[in-house]
């Protein structure tokens, strides 16, 4: 099992830039596939974007090209740079690990962090 804690989230306006991180512990992330998620007040989690340990990647339509996802094995940390940021990227954003695939399904994925919440005023 791999602990995840993620960071970086916070209050931007629109149109501005955040930095996620999701640090791991317990095991080496070099290990896993890694996804991020977030979920809306009142919305089911979804899919934002994903690394696989060859360093595929996967994003969801709604952040391609305004989302870069990224990890640094050498300090068991994966990121996610948001730029270009709308009020309905307003979310908790999670980091998932996957000892297998790391897609778009959340049931890919064994591991959670506690989230980090961004706001996006307008």
């Known amino acids: 099992q791999v602990q995840l804690v993620e960071s970086g989230g916070g209050l931007v306006q629109a149109g501005g830039s955040l930095r996620l991180s999701c640090g791991a512990s317990g095991r080496t992330l070099s290990l896993y596939g890694m996804g991020w998620f977030r979920q809306a007040p009142g919305k089911e989690r979804e899919f934002v974007a994903a690394i696989n340990r060859g360093g595929t990647t996967i994003y969801a339509d709604s952040v391609n090209g305004r989302f870069t996802i990224s990890r640094d094995n050498s300090m068991n940390t994966m990121y996610l740079q948001i730029n270009s940021l709308k009020p309905e990227d307003t979310a908790v954003y999670y980091c998932?690990?996957?000892?297998?695939?790391?897609?778009?399904?959340?049931?890919?994925?064994?591991?959670w962090g506690q989230g980090t919440q961004v706001t996006v005023s307008s």
């Open positions: 998932a690990a996957s000892e297998n695939y790391a897609g778009p399904s959340q049931y890919n994925y064994k591991d």
